[in-house]
């Protein structure tokens, strides 16, 4: 449980230094959130490589140093794309993987986990309710044996076949991805981000508002059964890819923003975005100022 909770503290450490000492470790830590890295430093990372007649074949490559890549092994699935959407991460040991695939005309979530480093992967299972919907962007934390995963879902329904509400779905394994849940919906947004602190807090961060504006923090204490949403209000920024580091009762979050004016409205311009980040002391219902990373 240490091995994957480490980065979640050390970058709650490096985001303090940061606004005192403009440390640049933390502008590291947060542009790296995407790089997987296993206890021994090794990295990882998935590569989608177009099959005929469709779909896609899904490989892992891991490296020593993020400079030279070997191919370690690849996912046993038929028909899924890149841009539909994936997410890699290691924990305890373990890489655990989550993409959208399709099978029988339905995109499902799907999840995978290797035990030696990337090598030979699970049989892929299904993690989502068998509810008909357009999924794209899943993402996945774990802390021990508990597994959650989330991700957007827009309802498909016509006429009478309406379906369920679209939004940011949820759902959990107690034991290692075996088995899980039933979905949970947990708000509507954009541009997520799920984390678990030490405690076992599930955090999931979000991005709302017609300005896209507010950034929505839910949290569960008991694994996903019961949420709390709070919001950062209307932001004077357009904001993306918000990130969460929690550091004993302190809640970071960290994410893009960009001041809306006249000139950003013209196509084709190149918005400005900065790093910018709050801070809470109670899961969200008071936040700091805003604070821009220099």
Not at 60 to 71: A, I, M, P, R
């Amino acid at each position: 449980m240490v091995n994957c909770l480490n980065r979640i503290i050390v970058a709650g450490i490096l985001i303090f230094l940061s606004a005192c000492s403009k440390n640049p470790s933390f502008l590291a830590e947060y542009q790296s959130r995407y790089v997987v890295k296993d206890g021994d430093g090794n990295q990882y990372k998935v590569v989608y490589k177009s099959r005929s007649p469709y779909g896609c074949d899904i490989f892992v490559y891991k490296s020593l140093d993020g400079g030279k890549w070997e191919k370690a092994g690849i996912i046993p699935f038929h028909e899924s794309y890149q841009s539909w959407g994936y997410f890699l991460t290691w924990c305890d040991g373990i890489l655990y993987f989550v993409f959208i695939g399709e099978e029988n005309g339905k995109k499902w979530v799907y999840f995978s986990k290797s035990l030696d480093g990337g090598n030979r992967w699970s049989i892929p299972l299904r993690v989502n309710d068998d509810v008909d919907g357009e999924r794209r962007y899943p993402k996945i934390a774990s802390i021990g044996k508990d597994i959650f995963v989330i991700w957007i879902e827009e309802n498909e329904g016509f006429g009478r076949e309406k379906g369920r509400k679209s939004g940011i779905y949820f759902c959990s394994s107690s034991d290692g991805g075996e088995r899980w849940g039933r979905d949970k919906w947990i708000g509507k947004g954009e541009d997520t981000w799920i984390s678990v602190d030490k405690s076992g807090t599930v955090y999931v961060a979000y991005i709302g508002g017609k300005r896209k504006n507010i950034i929505f923090l839910s949290y569960s204490e008991d694994k996903g059964k019961t949420w709390h949403t709070e919001t950062t209000g209307g932001l004077p920024l357009m904001v993306k890819e918000p990130y969460i580091l929690s550091l004993n009762k302190t809640i970071y979050l960290v994410f893009q923003g960009t001041r809306p004016d006249l000139f950003n409205l013209i196509p084709g311009t190149k918005l400005d975005y900065q790093i910018y980040y709050l801070k809470s002391e109670d899961k969200g219902k008071n936040w700091s100022k805003i604070i821009r990373v220099k």
